[in-house]
């Protein structure tokens, strides 16, 4: 009786989007630059016909902050970005954005107040890198429901300070 029990649950089906969560998951754990990695993704799956994020800011739906954010960034007045990063129609992530502007070039820190360029793409130069604190398929704390996958993240320079706390939630238009 037993044997059969196990057949059946050895033989069911994965979720319908395991396999495409597990390559989006990859594609994100490629760079370093989340942008980057949507820029891929983007292109990959054809999502548009220029594989270009954009990167729109919102306004009035501010994540809070981790109660320890001063002492992680290192300063007592963090700069705050949400945006949500768009290829062609498809908002692929939202992002909340703690980071140190002290860290950041005087250019630097205009293109985060005056554009809509993505933060990893208006730092880059500063040739930082990821370390992932938290990963969960689906929403964390400050995400939007639809989030089929989500990342607590430091964004540390080469000197190991740290530059950005980044909270990304990536939602169910990758999967198209």
Known sequence: MLLPLLM???AAPEAPHTKLIDQFEATLSSTDSATMALTQWCEQRKLAPEPRIAATLVKGEDALPAPDLPDTLGTEDPGYRHVRLSCGPHVLSEAHNWYNPALLTPDMNSVLA????PFGKAVAALHFRREKLATRRGPLPGCPADTILANRA???LPDNRVLALVLECYTSANLR
């Not at 005056?114 to 360029?117: A, E, K, N």
């Open 114 to 117: 005056t554009t809509d360029t």
């Open 8 to 10: 059946t649950l050895q």
């Open 154 to 156: 430091l964004l540390r």
